[in-house]
């Protein structure tokens, strides 16, 4: 048996948290990516126990998922531009305040919300350098145009994204941008609507920049990329059961391509979680510039002299995994550790990268 348990009361506990620094902003939820693993709709009762109405998502599904469980009022920004009809259709149709990032965005909406006889609510993208989706701060006349050309569009919000909110120097000067186009468009005589751009890290290090919405994800659940004292709780820990328990002698391998050989007589015990439900995975390596490879190199070699090593807890005892991590198993060195059959370990995964393991809310 395995399972990815979450503490609700400590869920509970860091939204009213995030509430209370966040003040008189408007807290969005982040429920990108299944919720963040945890599923989409599971996550957003517990936001909706604690007061948020206001959610963020990335794909159509988790629109129509919301819409169809009890989610009929809330409002639900799709932060993810697309130029599929049928897409834009469905958006429209669930009342989701879609992103408008180009022209050529708003003239696809138009249409659709056309079509339906319907006025669709939308929120002006602006790209202060993350590269993906938005107006270029140098875009002010097409910026414009978006509230005068399309009348089947009302335009509620106004956003932008920061690509390393841990770096002041880049995220103060993408906040300068950002902050002077909102005033070149009050300048207009426009008002833009709802104004936001921090994510949980802009959040909890630039309160100056709260604006009047934050979107809050990977802090909810405990998850954030600095350090400091938050007063935040990790609320999710995956659990699997110790299946089979034997003795390997001196000499015996584990794992494909014998990659750990017992030097001794060891007690190890099989849990039912490998590569493949997300434990042990790696991401990062997409990007092959030279810096990014030493530091690669430099990653592994640290590793190497540290001895470093993987590992699980049961019964409160860190037991070393041993081997390879295979695809859907694990085998775990419990020579010290007072433990039988059906106790259970805890597996350190994060839940974005969760993969065929039931999500419990207790």
Same mark, same amino acid.
């Given at each position: 048996?395995?399972?990815?348990?979450?503490?609700?009361?400590?869920?509970? &506990?860091?939204?009213?948290?995030?509430?209370?620094?966040?003040?008189?902003?408007?807290?969005?939820?982040?429920?990108?990516?299944?919720?963040?693993? *945890?599923?989409?709709?599971?996550?957003?009762? %517990?936001?909706?126990?604690?007061?948020?109405?206001?959610?963020?998502?990335?794909?159509?599904?988790?629109?129509?998922?919301?819409?169809?469980?009890?989610?009929?009022?809330?409002?639900?920004?799709?932060?993810?531009?697309?130029?599929?009809?049928?897409?834009?259709?469905?958006?429209?149709?669930?009342?989701?305040?879609?992103?408008?990032?180009?022209?050529?965005?708003?003239?696809?909406?138009?249409?659709?919300?056309?079509?339906?006889?319907?006025?669709?609510?939308?929120?002006?993208?602006?790209?202060?350098?993350?590269?993906?989706?938005?107006?270029?701060?140098?875009? *002010?006349?097409?910026?414009?145009?978006?509230?005068?050309?399309?009348?089947?569009?009302?335009?509620?919000?106004?956003?932008?994204?920061?690509?390393?909110?841990?770096?002041?120097?880049?995220?103060?000067?993408?906040?300068?941008?950002?902050?002077?186009?909102?005033?070149?468009?009050?300048?207009?005589?426009?008002?833009?609507?709802?104004?936001?751009?921090?994510?949980?890290?802009?959040?909890?290090?630039?309160?100056?920049?709260?604006?009047?919405?934050?979107?809050?994800?990977?802090?909810?659940?405990?998850?954030?990329?600095?350090?400091?004292?938050?007063?935040?709780?990790?609320?999710?820990?995956?659990?699997?059961?110790?299946?089979?328990?034997?003795?390997?002698?001196?000499?015996?391998?584990?794992?494909?391509?014998?990659?750990? %050989?017992?030097?001794?007589?060891?007690?190890?015990?099989?849990?039912?979680?490998?590569?493949?439900?997300?434990?042990?995975?790696?991401?990062?390596?997409?990007?092959?510039?030279?810096?990014?490879?030493?530091?690669?190199?430099? &990653?592994?070699?640290?590793?190497?002299?540290?001895?470093?090593?993987?590992?699980?807890? %049961?019964?409160?005892?860190?037991?070393?995994?041993?081997?390879?991590?295979?695809?859907?198993?694990?085998?775990?060195?419990?020579?010290?550790?007072?433990?039988?059959?059906?106790?259970?370990?805890?597996?350190?995964?994060?839940?974005?990268?969760?993969?065929?393991?039931?999500?419990?809310?207790?």
């Amino acid at each position: 048996m395995k399972r990815y348990w979450v503490d609700r009361a400590a869920l509970g &506990r860091n939204i009213d948290l995030l509430k209370a620094r966040a003040g008189d902003a408007t807290v969005f939820g982040v429920i990108k990516g299944n919720g963040y693993g *945890l599923g989409t709709v599971n996550l957003a009762q %517990v936001l909706k126990e604690h007061g948020i109405d206001h959610f963020a998502v990335t794909d159509v599904r988790e629109v129509t998922d919301l819409r169809r469980s009890e989610f009929e009022t809330e409002s639900i920004l799709m932060m993810e531009g697309t130029c599929n009809r049928q897409e834009i259709g469905t958006l429209v149709e669930n009342r989701a305040v879609l992103s408008v990032g180009s022209a050529e965005d708003a003239l696809r909406l138009d249409a659709e919300a056309k079509a339906r006889d319907l006025i669709a609510e939308a929120h002006v993208k602006i790209d202060t350098g993350m590269g993906r989706y938005g107006f270029l701060p140098t875009q *002010l006349d097409e910026i414009l145009h978006l509230y005068s050309d399309y009348p089947n569009i009302r335009f509620t919000g106004i956003y932008t994204h920061f690509f390393n909110a841990c770096n002041p120097t880049s995220t103060k000067a993408q906040y300068k941008q950002f902050h002077e186009t909102v005033e070149a468009i009050r300048n207009a005589g426009i008002e833009p609507g709802m104004v936001h751009c921090c994510n949980s890290t802009a959040f909890w290090q630039y309160p100056e920049m709260h604006c009047d919405a934050v979107r809050i994800g990977s802090a909810l659940l405990g998850r954030v990329n600095f350090s400091g004292n938050t007063g935040l709780t990790v609320i999710g820990q995956c659990q699997a059961e110790l299946e089979e328990i034997r003795t390997i002698p001196a000499g015996h391998s584990v794992g494909y391509g014998a990659g750990w %050989v017992a030097k001794r007589e060891t007690r190890t015990a099989v849990l039912s979680i490998g590569y493949s439900n997300g434990f042990a995975v790696d991401k990062g390596y997409d990007l092959w510039r030279t810096k990014d490879c030493i530091r690669g190199v430099a &990653r592994y070699l640290k590793a190497w002299l540290k001895k470093k090593a993987l590992y699980v807890t %049961v019964n409160g005892k860190s037991c070393r995994v041993l081997g390879h991590v295979g695809m859907v198993n694990m085998v775990i060195d419990i020579t010290d550790c007072d433990c039988q059959l059906g106790d259970m370990a805890v597996v350190n995964i994060n839940p974005l990268v969760l993969k065929s393991v039931d999500v419990v809310f207790e």
